[in-house]
Nanobody, 119 residues
Framework: QVQLVESGGGLVQAGGSLRLSCAAS????????MGWFRQAPGKEREFVAS????????DYADSVKGRFTISRDNAKSTVYLQMNNLKPEDTAVYYC????????????WGQGTQVTVSS
């Protein structure tokens, strides 16, 4: 059974940094595009960042460009999200997800990790 387990969330002051991790199991990790999404209270889930199978391509939401960096370690089946210069509007539950190269949708999702940024 495929599992994605996020960690690294927490409470941080505005301007601070956090690094999220997402460890995958029972998944041919290197065959999947991995993404990070987030959902704030009362809002729809939104795309944050994605990274190609061999980390040769990345994509970011405009709201996080220049502040967040997505990376992956295929040997560890883990994807990371380094978040710098955090803002209160970054407060949300952050989810990692995996998408097969054969699909346009993310089929596998983690349970999420809470990030709270205080002003």
């Amino acid at each position: 059974q495929v599992q994605l387990v996020e960690s690294g969330g927490g409470l941080v002051q505005a301007g601070g940094s956090l690094r999220l991790s997402c460890a995958a199991s029972a998944l041919t990790f290197s065959s999947y595009t991995m993404g990070w999404f987030r959902q704030a209270p009362g809002k729809e889930r939104e795309f944050v960042a994605s990274i190609g199978r061999s980390a040769d391509s990345t994509d970011y939401a405009d709201s996080v460009k220049g502040r967040f960096t997505i990376s992956r370690d295929n040997a560890k089946s883990t994807v990371y999200l380094q978040m710098n210069n955090l803002k209160p509007e970054d407060t949300a539950v952050y989810y990692c997800a995996g998408r097969s190269i054969r699909s346009t949708r993310y089929a596998y999702w983690g349970q999420g990790t809470q990030v709270t940024v205080s002003s």
